[in-house]
């Protein structure tokens, strides 16, 4: 029956491919109008846009596989990013919007200086170089799994690449905000299918709860241990105010007002889809007893009939194929708008400008596409330590923009060099993590937190140089 499946998710394709055909003609323009959807993304897109962005497959199948263990305390890894999108929104994305700029490290030398801008392009090209690269690990992985006997895992890599890969090509930051509408539709209709009809196949939810092992946490939203709930939380907060690919939906939004209801509302479409695949994963525990952790929702939705295993798979496809375009999006406007167009050619000419801002989306994905086959197995857990670089660049962006008499010139430069050392000291040093583990601070995002802000207002108080305030 792996016919059935196999045309869902070809529909799915196809439908993908029609809408970002029609959004073409959106994307004409330069760079602003490629890569930043003309600045014109009304607030009904910013939030499928930004939730397709942070539903990937660790929120999905990472998040059941922690369930099968944790029980549903591991949806608080949704529910951190739902808090950090909400915050944005509430806080900071009008201001964003006004900015007018199209990347942080531009930000940066408006107000610091061209080194802020080098050091802090090159942090933010390779965080989102290894978070796509997973996602074709992620593709290759899902549909390996659910449809073993049509897609090796290296065919799956492929098919995974060459979907969210041709949708950026072609339509650009339009077709990654309209397509993730069909992404987001998807996602939701299949982890609650695969939810109710796994619950269905138990007996019921009070059987879901008689039936659990009696060591099992099952329902308690505490048992991951709140050290670990707290760093998700501050890890995601961070992140989100910080991460090129997140904040560019506030510089493409229509105005100021549709960045602050777009993430206002996508945080809200992100909050249950953790704990909706977390009950996927405890399900599991009694359906199949025997099996690894990672294997909890795959042969979770293997058991499903066929039409729900498509709708399931495809959306579980689509949290990977959402996430990876937007990512490939930012990671490009990074290396045309702060490299190419800043140090190369900044005199480009509109058709000049969308033609390389298409070779620098082909040259990413090659080359990510390479990067993912040296993928480890432990990638997701190095990206969530990974994200705690973050934590230089919220600092920075928040105090230029809300407390700017407090920023010094030497602030960007060494805030984010900190902090950066700050998680290399964690990973080369044992020691280190050893010392905060013993104090409940279990996370890196902890200390580099520390060593940001200590560095933040070191420099406050040596470096007597004002920030340059445009319009001032």
């Not at 439908?15 to 600045?39: D, E, K, P």
């Not at 993430?263 to 690894?292: D, K, N, R, V, Y």
């Amino acid at each position: 029956m792996n016919w059935v499946p196999l045309s869902i998710v070809f529909i799915y394709i196809v439908l993908l491919y029609v809408v970002t055909w029609f959004t073409r003609r959106l994307s004409r323009g330069g760079m602003i109008a490629y890569l930043l959807a003309g600045r014109n993304l009304p607030f009904w897109v910013v939030a499928p846009l930004l939730t397709g962005l942070a539903v990937g497959g660790a929120s999905t199948v990472g998040v059941a596989e922690r369930a099968y263990k944790a029980g549903l305390s591991a949806g608080w890894y949704n529910a951190a990013w739902a808090a950090g999108a909400i915050l944005v929104g509430l806080i900071a994305a009008r201001c964003y919007r006004r900015m007018e700029v199209a990347t942080l490290p531009e930000l940066f030398e408006r107000h610091y200086s061209t080194s802020g801008r080098i050091i802090g392009v090159i942090g933010q090209i390779i965080l989102q170089i290894v978070i796509i690269s997973v996602q074709y690990v992620a593709g290759g992985a899902i549909l390996s799994s659910l449809l073993p006997d049509v897609f090796s895992f290296e065919e799956g890599m492929f098919i995974t690449a060459v979907v969210f890969v041709g949708i950026t090509l072609i339509g650009g930051f339009w077709a990654a905000g309209l397509t993730n509408i069909i992404n987001v539709i998807f996602i939701y209709v299949g982890v609650i299918l695969g939810a109710a009809i796994a619950i269905g196949k138990i007996g019921g939810f009070g059987e879901l709860v008689a039936k659990l092992p009696a060591q099992h946490p099952g329902f308690d939203l505490g048992a991951i241990g709140l050290p670990l709930i707290i760093a998700w939380f501050m890890v995601m907060v961070t992140m989100a105010f910080s991460v090129q690919s997140v904040v560019q939906i506030t510089f493409a939004a229509k105005d100021s007002s549709s960045a602050s209801k777009g993430f206002i509302l996508g945080g809200l479409i992100i909050l249950p889809i953790g704990f909706i695949s977390a009950i996927i994963g405890l399900a599991a525990t009694i359906l199949h007893p025997e099996i690894i952790a990672t294997e909890a929702l795959p042969r979770t939705v293997l058991s499903l009939s066929p039409v729900v295993a498509g709708l399931v798979l495809a959306g579980l496809w689509a949290a990977d194929v959402s996430t990876a375009s937007a990512l490939l999006v930012g990671s490009a406007t990074l290396v045309v708008g702060d490299l190419i167009k800043r140090f190369v050619a900044p005199d480009l000419e509109e058709k000049r400008e969308r033609r390389i801002s298409r070779i620098s989306v082909l040259v990413l994905s090659v080359f990510t596409y390479i990067l993912a086959y040296f993928v480890s197995g432990n990638i997701l857990k190095t990206l969530l330590l990974g994200l705690s670089l973050t934590t230089g660049y919220t600092l920075v962006t928040l105090m230029t923009v809300f407390w700017p008499k407090v920023c010094r010139r030497a602030h960007a430069n060494w805030t984010l060099l900190t902090s950066m050392a700050a998680l290399a000291f964690w990973l080369i040093f044992p020691q280190v993590s050893s010392f905060f583990n013993k104090i409940g601070l279990i996370h890196p995002i902890y200390f580099c937190w520390i060593v940001s802000l200590a560095t933040f207002f070191l420099v406050a108080i040596i470096d007597k140089r004002k920030i340059k305030v445009p319009g001032a």
